[in-house]
């Protein structure tokens, strides 16, 4: 009798194939459409977005042309920074450090630990030269040598 094989059991994954995406499409736009962290002006956007990501939108054609194709999508990524706020810049511009050091084979991890700790030294050289260019001290010393003063008088007067 031969020995027991253990076999694995079945897996529930599967590689993606290109008709999920028929499927993706239809799901997030349900979850965007009831979510209320997305604004309309984002949702104009998504048709756009996902063209550009290979998600097929039934209620989409992109045009033929590839430079009025890269003018939409740049259009597109222009209103979502411009729409983020004030910080929104900033975060795109560090999104795209990070991505970028990636792009040169270092792990996402670690390119964000990179780019952490250049933000952690560009963030202590701004308080060194702040701190070192402050030419007051940063207590009020008038105030609270008037509130010495104060106590004093009132110890005084309780003699």
């Not at 939108?57 to 411009?82: M, S």
């Not at 952490?116 to 202590?124: N, P, W």
């Not at 207590?139 to 309780?158: C, F, G, N, Y």
Request: glycine content about 4%; aromatic content about 8%; hydrophobic content about 45%.
């Amino acid at each position: 009798m031969p020995p027991a094989v253990a076999s694995a059991p079945p897996s529930v994954l599967r590689p993606a194939t290109y008709d999920d995406l028929r499927i993706v499409y239809p799901r997030l736009m349900e979850v965007i459409e009831t979510s209320p962290f997305y604004n309309d002006e984002f949702k104009e956007l998504l048709p756009v977005i996902f063209d550009f990501l290979g998600v097929p939108a039934d209620d989409y054609r992109a045009p033929t042309n590839a430079e009025a194709r890269h003018r939409q999508l740049i259009t597109a990524v222009r209103r979502i920074v411009q729409s983020g706020g004030r910080d929104a810049p900033a975060l795109v511009l560090i999104e795209a450090a990070v991505f970028g050091i990636a792009a040169y084979g270092i792990a996402l991890h670690w390119s964000c630990l990179i780019v952490a700790a250049v933000l952690a030294v560009v963030g202590a050289a701004a308080y060194a030269k702040g701190s070192a260019d402050a030419r007051e001290e940063i207590t009020p010393t008038r105030t609270l040598h008037q509130i010495k003063q104060d106590i004093a008088t009132a110890k005084e007067q309780l003699r």
